[in-house]
């Protein structure tokens, strides 16, 4: 997750963020000074996302980033060596890399072609 993030932070990705009332969402530009307002990525596209790796990459993506274990535990957990969850959760990444700028890049198509 906090590579997913640190993606949409450096790319200064606008991402809509729900005011203190819940109700009306305002853009926001990822990656501001004040932590405390940061944004949220969209958790419902990182979840469905996450839900569409391969079970080996989901396993060491959740359990190395998410969780925040080191390779050596995560190998030690899944009973794999070292070099293969390095291997697994760079795959993982660009997998998740991949499956969040196609639905991305999806959902402007279709906004242009019903405003059309």
Known sequence: VNQVLMH????GVKVEQVTE???S???????TENPA???????IALDKAVSQL???????FVLHDVEG??????????????GTSK?????????LRNLLTTGKK???????ASTA
């Open 8 to 11: 949409f932070r450096r790319r």
């Open 21 to 23: 009332d819940g109700e």
């Open 25 to 31: 969402p305002q853009q926001v530009v990822a990656g």
């Open 37 to 43: 307002s940061m944004p949220v990525v969209d958790r």
């Open 54 to 60: 391969p079970p080996g990459y989901r396993a060491v």
């Open 69 to 82: 274990h080191e390779h050596e535990e995560v190998a030690r957990l899944l009973g794999c060596s070292v």
């Open 87 to 95: 291997s697994q959760l760079h795959k993982a990444r660009m997998k």
């Open 106 to 112: 999806s959902r402007r198509r279709r906004r242009v």
